[in-house]
Nanobody, 119 residues
Framework: QVQLVESGGGLVQAGDSLRLSCAASGRSFSEATMGWFRQPPGKVREFVAA????????RYADSVKGRFTISSDNAKNTVYLQMNNLKPEDTALYYC????????????WGQGTQVTVSS
């Protein structure tokens, strides 16, 4: 059974940092693109960051460039999202997802982890 399990969310103050983790299991994601998305309260889900599991180029939403970093640890089958200088507008439910082929929708999704940033 394929699973993506996020963790690391919480309640922090503006300017703080958090690191989200996404543990993958059930199949190989070595060729996949791993992405982080978020859904703020009352809004639609939006793209945050993505990178190839085995390295390569990374992409970020303009709103998080310079503050968030996506990375992976192949030995632990885990993808991370380091979030620095958090802002209240970063408050959202954060999801990780796996895209097995470029150009197709992300096939696998985690259940999400809540990040709340107070001002």
């Amino acid at each position: 059974q394929v699973q993506l399990v996020e963790s690391g969310g919480g309640l922090v103050q503006a300017g703080d940092s958090l690191r989200l983790s996404c543990a993958a299991s059930g199949r190989s994601f070595s060729e996949a693109t791993m992405g982080w998305f978020r859904q703020p309260p009352g809004k639609v889900r939006e793209f945050v960051a993505a990178a190839g599991w085995s390295g390569g180029s990374t992409r970020y939403a303009d709103s998080v460039k310079g503050r968030f970093t996506i990375s992976s640890d192949n030995a632990k089958n885990t993808v991370y999202l380091q979030m620095n200088n958090l802002k209240p507008e970063d408050t959202a439910l954060y999801y990780c997802a796996a895209q097995l082929e470029i150009g197709v929708p992300y096939e696998y999704w985690g259940q999400g982890t809540q990040v709340t940033v107070s001002s």
